[in-house]
């Protein structure tokens, strides 16, 4: 008994699982505040990846579909079906298939979330299936920040986004990527919506994506740095750091669970407003930004 009090101990002070919390260190709680983002190797072990993976399985083979546009291709035309998605993307699967609620997942990353925002009340906000096909050239997901998906409101907009590698994530399967240390700057960059043929008809045109994204200059190429983890390891980043992937070249599927933790009072205020990260909301990023007002043209 006193051996594995021990060992508990000094898993503790280096950082790792514990039960069902996971100890985060000091380097690591810098490394995100510097530079929007960490890795965390290791939250889930490999029989614990079992009670994520099969439930998400259930949405790949279709037998469970989430409404409307809470299914979609996050990097092709909105008139996609799902057999042709390169980038599968199912909204809040914990809506659709509740048995996954209350998983070790969450209780493990609710840790790392306060943990990370030194001790702020950190709630789930959403979560998010994604799924790169393989060997699919247009898998990329764009650039872009999170924050200008989400209502610009006057709440503590601390945010702990979770991505969790259900398959390893490589450089050949399209990993994250970040651009390092955009967290820090003062201004959220200009997005537009990602345009997968350009027409005149702006934002609502067929051929028009669900994604945003945001440009990157030489100078900004220089700092971006790709980050391949293993399965069962995730990257948490914050809401303004400037992040996307590459496309998937390999022979096998690059599967992402997400879980996105905001503050209590950021969440409940989202909320009220009808904000649920849904993409069926009536209330949703066309709602706020500028081209939901433009009849004609395209924008950027």
Known sequence: ALASVSVSCAMSAAGGRDSDAYVVTEAQIRSFERDGYVHIPGVLSED?????????????????????????????????TPDQYTVYNAMLPRRYYPPMQGNIYEKRTQSI?????????????YDQLLAKKPRSPDSVFAWHQDIAYWPPLGKDPATCTCWLA???STLENGCMRFLVGSNGESEIRKHTPVMIKKTTKGRLDEQSSHALCTALTPTDELRVRKVPIARGDITVHDQRVVHGSGCNESDGWRRAYVLAYRTAEMVQEERRLGFSHSHNDAYNWDAFHEWAKVKEGVIG
């Not at 614990?48 to 993976?53: A, N, R, T």
């Not at 998400?56 to 996050?74: N, Q, S, T, W, Y």
């Not at 979330?113 to 906000?125: E, S, V």
């Open 113 to 125: 979330a306060r943990q990370l925002q030194r001790g702020k009340n950190m709630r789930i906000d």
């Open 166 to 168: 259900i398959d390893d």
């Open 48 to 80: 614990e990846l079992h009670e994520i993976e099969d439930p998400i399985m259930k949405f790949l083979r279709g037998e469970v579909l989430p409404a409307g546009k809470d299914l979609c291709d996050m990097s092709g035309a909105t008139d996609r």
